[in-house]
């Protein structure tokens, strides 16, 4: 499955708590004094237990230090008020697919284990938001489906135990192809209530890791976590339905520990130095992500726990952290520490996004059903058909059945089963193939995955090889210097010296594991394919009995509704997949479009302060660097970006206005009382069966007009869907887990399959274009760019040439048909750097530009920059002329600002050459003395 961005991401602040425990009875034994207070519902107070206040010396120290946090709490805190104020929120956002973390932080023995789990009596932060869990399912699963699971696993010495199986042994962490960090292998139940995790819960905590240590007699000795995944979707079935998947951890983290504190020996003080490497580089990534020039590297690969943690740090997830200190005097150090991390921690920002399953990986399997469908329904027509002709003579057996239907209650009995066994057959072939689907794409996941790590292990092949060479051609340059000719040398020890790197041996790793789940897909596979074969021969064999039992009209108009049911379904699924794959490319189109807007600002920028500091420093500007900035001024006078990108706009908007995203709710008109039911549970629920040519007229066209054709090739699998699909399944890669893995080992469908998917990446509206839009469509659209993109790729060349001429021969005249062409130019890049474009000759640039130039102004313009003996490209700006050069420029920008404030027609024609003229920016330049 596939998270699609949606669009409501927000940024989220990480929500920080402190909780003061009540002081302990040892504590107090020990003479420790109250050292922390909660002030208000925010505010926390340290003091220092060493300073004293008679010192003179420390008189002008404050003995005490506030902390802010966003709820504070002290030892009169109830179980539930904690809850409340830290967890209950986040219930709701997890139902409607938001990912959001919850953890215990602080130093051992301070209550984390308290606030999550809690007591029979007082119970914790898990049981508290399992049950409102439920409770807020409960009250939605009316028109929501659920699917709650869970999982439940501890982090203990850098390895990971699954607590609800710990015979699996230790797992391992792995990102996903989406970027998520998951448990390869990790049990998850499919819990339906809170009860039950209860149990779970305290099964899994009986296997936890719990030892007596000095500070604590039950101190967890791992991070245990609980994460619950809660899917919704509606129950009204629909392609177009959203998927949405909400995960929450449950974190209790193992308590920080000083070992001198803790008198541990041994097992326990390993144990302490791994707790205290991973709530190192927890604190690491909290200083990190807090720094608020957003510039620190945050490693979360430091260990195990902020790998797992780190979508609830700096990803996706709304986080919430409880930190845990103790009131004494004895804990200063741990609750001083505690207290900065935390208030440090809630500069955190997170963006929360929902998790929606992207249905556009379907869609190219969506067409696969269809076709299977349509080949069902044409079986079943022909079936009928082949029944139409009825026996001129009506055999014993018709007669038989038409006295039996109407005397005889127990043949219509028969009938409904047949119709029941019908649909159920037409159903589970359905299930069957969205199952096969899914699938499917998961197949193709863990694919593009493997592809990934193969190309990190293939790069680093190159690398080895480049270093090789290198290595190999100094030996020889050397042996060459001391005349020794030893050729050839042995270079495997060198390289084999070569320490590899962490990323490569994890990518192996990772292999390893994809290969075991590769595997385990394919036997899932084999045996939903034989569940589909033996579904399918059911179906045969219903039909094959069809003539036999069906004798009457009444029956062959049931069973002819059938399959005008089955149709419809059919058709609908394909008129949303052509909906789907249109609000698809708009929604691509648009986020490109932003992307370049955001670019194109930011190059404005970069130009505007730069063309500022030329001209405050007084620097030499190449004459051609000039005539392009000249070219770019024009450009955004004449606004023919603008118009590109106006031109866009209609398209989408005409595209969004075709777009039929789901069939109206139909007139219910009565069929067959006894069909109703059929239809309903066998179509989408809001769609009702009339006849077929009525509902031909109430149905909006798919697409404009004439398109039935189109209509289809909307949904027929486009080149591209069907190389994803087949790559998907019909080829996995050949991974190879031990031995070397060279790029020619990278299979070439993975590849292709990697090579597709990067082109359907949300910036890529080519792929969209792919296969997807109708031809009518293609064309409105080309027909409304095509003009200007001629137009600007001859003038690009031209541009580039006269800027190579300009190079070359800086004292040929350049023509004002250059320079005009110029400023139309589409592309800065090419002309920076002319090399990189094709060169055309110089004859034929000039005639076009005379062709050009008459057909835009029907008349010659005479040059206007340089001089005939032009002393070079280097150019100084004259600080007057630079001034009137800078007002005219400013001028120019207020203009441009205008213009493009103004709402304006998209006419596709270009400003007049002597308007373009009049408004250009003087030329007035100094050339440097020789
Ligand atoms: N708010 C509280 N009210 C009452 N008792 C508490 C509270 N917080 C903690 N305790 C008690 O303090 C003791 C230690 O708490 P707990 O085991 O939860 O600490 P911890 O932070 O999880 O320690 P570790 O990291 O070593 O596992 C327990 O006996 C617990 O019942």
């Known amino acids: 499955m596939i998270m699609k961005e949606a669009s409501d991401s927000k940024d989220q602040q990480l929500t920080v708590a402190l909780r003061i425990r009540p002081i302990s009875m040892a504590e107090l034994d020990e003479g420790a004094t109250l050292i922390a207070h909660k002030v208000d519902a925010q505010m926390v107070v340290l003091m220092d237990p060493m300073e004293d206040p008679d010192d003179v010396l420390r008189a002008n120290r404050s003995r005490e230090k506030s902390y802010m946090f966003d709820v504070a709490f002290d030892f009169a805190a109830t179980q539930e008020m904690v809850y409340r104020a830290t967890t209950k929120g986040l219930i709701e956002g997890v139902i409607s697919g938001y990912n959001a973390t919850v953890f215990a932080y602080g130093p051992t023995g301070c209550g984390k284990t308290y606030t999550m789990l809690g007591t029979d009596n007082e119970p914790g932060i898990y049981v508290r938001t399992l049950n409102d869990l439920f409770h807020s399912i409960e009250e939605t699963s009316n028109d929501m489906e659920y699917e709650v699971s869970m999982s439940y696993l501890e982090i203990y010495n850098e390895m990971i135990r699954d607590l609800l199986n710990p015979s699996l042994g230790y797992l391992d962490l792995r990102e996903d192809s989406r970027g998520i960090i998951q448990v390869a292998g990790i049990t998850e139940v499919s819990t339906i209530n809170a009860k039950e995790i209860m149990q779970l819960l305290m099964k899994g905590n009986k296997q936890r890791t719990q030892e007596s240590t000095a500070a604590n007699r039950a101190s967890s000795r791992s991070h245990a976590v609980l994460q619950v995944t809660v ?9 177009m339905q959203e998927v949405r998947v909400g995960r929450l951890f449950m974190i209790d983290l193992a308590g920080s520990e000083r070992a001198s504190q803790t008198q541990n020996r041994g097992q326990r003080m390993k144990e302490g130095a791994h707790i205290n490497r991973s709530l190192l580089a927890l604190g690491n990534c909290i200083n990190a992500l807090s720094d608020r020039a957003g510039v620190k590297y945050v490693n979360y690969r430091d260990s195990k726990l902020t790998r797992l943690l780190k979508d609830s740090l700096g990803g996706n997830s709304r986080t919430v952290m409880i930190a845990h200190i103790s009131p004494a005097s004895s804990a200063f150090e741990e609750s001083r520490s505690t207290l900065t991390y935390a208030e440090r921690a809630k500069s955190i920002r997170t963006t929360v996004k929902r998790n929606l399953l992207n249905v556009s990986y379907h869609i190219a399997q969506y067409t696969s059903i269809i076709a299977d469908l349509r080949s069902e329904i044409q079986r079943l027509q022909r079936k009928i058909e082949q029944q139409e002709p009825r026996p001129l003579r009506p055999d014993i057996r018709s007669i038989q059945a038409e006295v039996q239907l109407h005397g005889n209650p127990f043949e219509r009995q028969e009938m409904d089963q047949l119709r029941e066994q019908l649909i159920s057959t037409f159903r589970e072939q359905m299930e069957v193939r969205r199952h096969l689907m899914e699938l499917e794409n998961n197949y193709m996941e863990i694919q593009i995955e493997s592809s990934r790590h193969l190309i ?205 995203a789901k069939l109206p709710p139909l007139a219910v008109e009565t069929i067959l009382d006894s069909d109703q039911e059929s239809v309903k549970t066998l179509g989408s629920e809001h769609q009702q069966l009339p006849q077929r040519d009525s509902r031909r007229s109430i149905l909006p066209p798919l697409v404009p007009e004439t398109d039935s054709s189109e209509a289809s090739q909307v949904f027929k699998t486009s080149s591209r869907a069907r190389q994803l699909k087949n790559s998907a399944v019909v080829t996995p890669p050949p991974i190879h887990v031990n031995g070397v893995i060279s790029q020619e080992y990278l299979p070439r469908d993975s590849l292709v399959s990697l090579g597709s998917q990067r082109n359907s990446s949300p910036d890529s509206s080519d792929h969209c274009s792919d296969g997807i839009l109708t031809r009518g469509e293609r064309k409105a659209i080309v027909c409304g760019t095509k003009s200007i993109a001629v137009k600007a790729a001859r003038r690009r060349s031209r541009v580039l040439e006269s800027d190579r001429l300009n190079l070359l021969e800086p004292t040929k005249e350049c023509s004002s048909l250059s320079l005009h062409s110029l400023s139309e130019s589409e592309d800065p890049l090419c002309r920076e750097t002319p090399a990189l474009c094709q060169p055309t000759s110089p004859s034929l640039q000039h005639a076009v530009s005379e062709d050009n130039l008459s057909s835009s102004t029907g008349e010659t313009v005479p040059g206007r920059h340089a001089p005939r003996h032009s002393p070079g490209p280097w150019l100084r700006v004259n600080k007057k002329g630079g001034k009137k050069q800078e007002k005219k420029e400013e001028s120019l920008e207020a203009k441009r600002r205008k213009r493009r404030s103004r709402s304006f027609e998209v006419t596709g024609h270009r400003a007049p050459l002597r308007l373009l003229l009049s408004l250009s920016p003087p030329t007035k330049l100094v050339y440097p003395r020789k």
């Open 231 to 239: 899917r919704q979707k509606s129950r009204i079935k629909n392609i």
């Open 456 to 660: 990190t292990i293939s790069n680093w092949d190159q690398e080895k090889t480049r270093r090789a060479q290198k290595w190999q051609e100094e030996q020889r340059k050397e042996s060459y210097r001391k005349d020794e000719c030893e050729k050839d040398s042995d270079t495997g020890d060198e390289l084999s010296d070569v320490p590899e790197p962490q990323e490569v041996t994890l990518a192996r790793e990772h292999i390893a594991a994809l290969q075991e789940e590769q595997d385990k897909l394919h036997k899932q596979k084999a045996e939903l394919e034989r569940r589909f074969w033996e579904v399918q021969q059911r179906g045969h064999r219903l039909e094959e009995a069809l003539p036999w039992r069906i004798s009457s009209e009444e029956q062959r108009e049931v069973l002819s509704l059938l399959c005008k049911v089955h149709e419809l379904e059919v058709e609908n699924t394909a008129m949303q997949s052509g909906a789907l794959l249109k609000d698809n490319l708009i929604r691509h189109q648009e986020r490109t479009v932003r992307r370049f807007e955001r670019h194109w600002n930011l190059c404005h920028r970069i130009i505007h302060e730069q063309r500022r500091f030329i001209h405050e420093s007084q620097l030499l500007v190449p004459s051609h660097l000039e005539e392009m900035y000249q070219t770019y001024l024009h450009e955004l006078e004449e606004g023919s970006l603008d118009r590109v990108a106006a031109i866009d706009r209609a398209a989408a908007r005409a595209l969004k206005d075709t777009s039929v």
